[in-house]
Each structure stands twice: as structure tokens, then as C-alpha cells.
């Protein structure tokens, strides 16, 4: 069922774009995400690093469902106080292995991602 075609207009006034039909999501399922085709570059969804407080962390850049959901599926939960900013549950647990998955898996997903070079699975 296509539900709408996505236009946003970036807060700095920049380009329009508009990506092709969103489809709705099943209950339960991941929200519908837009493809990235016509995004500025440099626009990352989600910033994987260190924090020198909460350990390995991934920031939502968008504020959007979907980045967010996906943090949550991949082992990241939210960092109370903290605006979009998730930390690794377990990170003595091969953490650094597990946030290389989770930037390569939201890559082959469709997200921009940036990340420090001790997680960049270089998808």
C-alpha cells in the first residue's frame, strides 16, 4: 500500500528532494524508509564513536523513527539527558566487532552513516 511520496527542504533552505513511494509498514515491522536518492552529501543519519563517559555511542543526526529504530535493533539503547545519543548495551561483549556490524548492516540498509575508523566496516 504507498502511502505518500517524501519532499523535505533542509533547515539551511537548500535544494528540494523528493524520493519515490513510501510504503506503510506492517505492525511491529521497521517504519518505512525513504531511499536516499537526491541527499545532500555529508547528511549522515546516524554517527557511530566513543564517548568518554558512556563508551561507544551512536548519534541520530535525523531525529527520525527509522534511525532510531534500527539504533534499538542493533543492541544501541538511549543515553537519559542525552538528545539522540545512544550507547552500546554490553560493550565488553566484542563491542567493537558488534558496532562494525551495526555500521554496516545500516549501510547496506540504505542509511548514511559516518563512524570512526575502529568501526568502519568500510561497506
Given at each position: 500500500m504507498?502511502?505518500?511520496?517524501?519532499?523535505?527542504?533542509?533547515?539551511?533552505?537548500?535544494?528540494?528532494?523528493?524520493?519515490?513511494p513510501?510504503?506503510?509498514?506492517?505492525?511491529?515491522?521497521?517504519?518505512?524508509?525513504?531511499?536516499t536518492a537526491g541527499r545532500r552529501a555529508g547528511a549522515a543519519d546516524a554517527t557511530f564513536g566513543?564517548?568518554?563517559e558512556h563508551g561507544i555511542v551512536a548519534a541520530?543526526?535525523?531525529g527520525g523513527a527509522?534511525?532510531?529504530?534500527m539504533l534499538r535493533r542493533l543492541g544501541f539503547g538511549e543515553v537519559?539527558?542525552?538528545?539522540?545519543?545512544?550507547?552500546?548495551?554490553?560493550?565488553?561483549r566484542d563491542g567493537v566487532a558488534r558496532t562494525r556490524a551495526a555500521v554496516t548492516l545500516m549501510r547496506r540498509a540504505g542509511y548514511l552513516v559516518t563512524a570512526d575508523s575502529a568501526f568502519d566496516g568500510g561497506c
Open positions: 504507498t502511502v505518500a511520496t517524501v519532499r523535505a527542504v533542509p533547515a539551511d533552505g537548500g535544494t528540494l528532494f523528493t524520493t519515490g513510501v510504503q506503510a509498514a506492517a505492525p511491529g515491522a521497521a517504519p518505512a524508509r525513504p531511499t566513543r564517548h568518554p541520530d543526526r535525523t527509522n534511525t532510531r529504530w537519559p539527558g542525552h538528545h539522540r545519543l545512544y550507547a552500546l548495551t554490553d560493550p565488553a
